[in-house]
């Protein structure tokens, strides 16, 4: 079955503990990147990636760090997180770039105390 | 950059009337691609229709269709005779070839 799974689907910490979600496709997208979602303000890119080593930021950049090791894989990393992360995440990915629709993770919910 | 505004942050209707949810985009790209997306209240997202700057061709998909206006800069979605099924948050997406910019969201609640 085709999908992008991210994990974990929920985590609760505490500022400034590292973290990483992890988000992984199995469809040999090109294209994968990370979204926020805040109620009132959308979806907003945080970074994305064409390819393999090849990575470049969204729209809210601050605060988290990505990379493309293998082409399935783009994990997000919360070095030090703080209370304004607190947020629903989604990895997503797409055959392309290019305007090719997304396909989506389930969602990270996390909670930073 | 890109900027999708929806101006309408939330719709109630009752189930068999017609809803239509405003988009309007901004963006200095020549080629560019707009989107609509669901997400029902189980979380997801899911792709319901893509379109290229060049494509100002109206769609139909069943209940659903879609008007592209580039004169007016809008992408509007109309939902027709709703159905309860229909309650979702609808996003509206612009991109380049690399970034996306959502729009704010649209909750529609369908009520039996």
């Known amino acids: 079955e085709a999908q992008v799974t991210q994990n974990p689907r929920y985590l609760i910490t505490v500022t400034g503990k590292k973290l990483t979600v992890t988000c992984s496709q199995n469809m040999n997208h090109e294209y994968m990147s990370w979204y926020r979602q805040d109620p009132g303000l959308g979806l907003r890119q945080i970074y994305y990636s064409m390819n393999v080593e090849v990575t470049d930021k969204g729209d809210v950049p601050e605060g988290y760090k990505v990379s493309r090791k293998e082409k399935r894989n783009f994990p997000l990393i919360l070095e030090s997180p703080s209370p304004n992360q607190t947020s629903l995440y989604f990895c997503a990915s797409s055959l392309r770039a290019g305007g090719q629709p997304q396909h989506f993770g389930d969602g990270t919910r996390l909670s930073i105390l | 950059a890109q900027k999708v505004t929806q101006a309408q942050t939330e719709i109630s209707v009752v189930e068999k009337e017609d809803v239509t949810l405003d988009c309007v985009y901004e963006?200095?790209?020549?080629?560019?691609?707009l989107f609509w997306y669901k997400q029902p209240p189980s979380g997801e997202l899911v792709f319901l229709i893509r379109?290229?700057?060049?494509?100002?061709q109206n769609e139909i998909s069943g209940r659903y269709s879609w008007n592209f206006q580039k004169s007016t800069s809008s992408f509007n979605f109309t939902i027709t005779a709703s159905q309860v099924v229909d309650s979702a948050v609808y996003f509206c997406a612009s991109s380049n070839d690399y970034k996306l910019s959502f729009g704010a969201g649209t909750t529609v609640t369908v009520r039996a």
């Open positions: 379109r290229n700057s060049f494509d100002e």
């Open positions: 963006t200095r790209d020549t080629t560019y691609y």
